[in-house]
């Protein structure tokens, strides 16, 4: 597969880039930066070397002709690093780190050196629809939008194996081999959580675990971004809300392979996950590399009226209602005319399978292969064009 352009904006200074396994950080970071120094620690021999001793960095830095550009892979097998890092930063002006990683969690747990700011945090994500030369919605429901599936032959092969591999690997890191099969339950029975208001208790209850282990697995999940919570949108709040947040798979495609499924599942609930799941991944990465200071809510009232996805910031504010059908009906839109009941400043939208743009009271309904496509971080939410239509 060629290496496509991806919008994430190119700091100038040094910077942490995170981002779930398979999402091309170290394919796309040799592209962009073919002359950069790079230092692989999944490699044995490259991890043993440094791991022994982080200074000898120093030394590799110091032997190389000039590097404007050094980039170390999955920096978080050794937090101690980041010291010499930092140590590099101030004595060498003019150059640039590149850390990448596929989780936070020994950063942050070890309370290793952040580089004290000297460093931006930014997460590579799965693809746009817009970063790619042609995208297919019923595809990008079935095998997701990973850069690692779609340039395989076989994509629903990598998938079937991705959370297996990725996750086993993780585990007997963290020394939990005897909670294999523990949390392979846990992985199964939030699945169904994939798109819904959390909650830990049931999940404990579907895997047979006690309460607190669920929450550490939760945070294990989201540490290593396979995983990430929607809060609920409780500002100027006119009406009593849910508390819990809600949860999403990272990826469309993960989704679907961890998801279990038999006789009493119906196909068209998994894919209704699947399309709200693919929304949501959009707009993470939408304000990710749009700059943007929106955060990304849903909004329900303990009366059980949901809105989707709520956009709210500096740079706008939207109700986007998302459904699994190919025509627009009239309780499509309810949730979406109360909440502008209590927000009429908020811009609505319904993005659906159908295929006509539509203007009903006010709410645009949007075919969702479209939205998709025209979603680019340098654009509105909405683009103009749109906006301003009669």
Known sequence: MDILRRFFPLPEQSFFLFGPRGTGKSTWLRHVFPDALILDLLEPAVHRSLDSRPERLTEIVAGTPRPEVVVIDEVQ????????????????RGLKFVLTGSSARKLRRGGVDLLAGRALNRTLHPFMAA??????????????????????PRPTDVLDSYASLYLDQEIRLEGWARDAGSFTRFLEAVSFSHGGVLNTSEVARECEVERRTVTRYLEVLEDLLLAFRVPVFTRRARRRTASHPKLYIFDAGVYRSVRPRGPLDREEEIEGAALEGLVAQHLRAWIAYSGSDCKLYFW????????????????????????????????DMRALRTFQQDYPECEALLVYRGGERLRIDGIWCLPCEEFLRELHPERELIPAATAGAT
């Open 77 to 92: 097998r050794i937090p101690e690093l980041l010291t010499v890092v930092h140590s590099l930063i101030e004595k060498r």
């Open 131 to 152: 970063e790619l030369p042609s995208f297919d919605l019923a595809r990008a429901l079935k095998e997701g939008m990973l850069p690692l599936v779609w340039a395989a």
């Open 300 to 331: 329900r009232t303990r009366k059980g009226v949901e809105v989707d996805f709520v956009l709210y910031g500096g740079g706008g504010f939207w109700a986007v209602e998302v459904k699994n059908t190919t025509r627009v009906r009239t309780r």
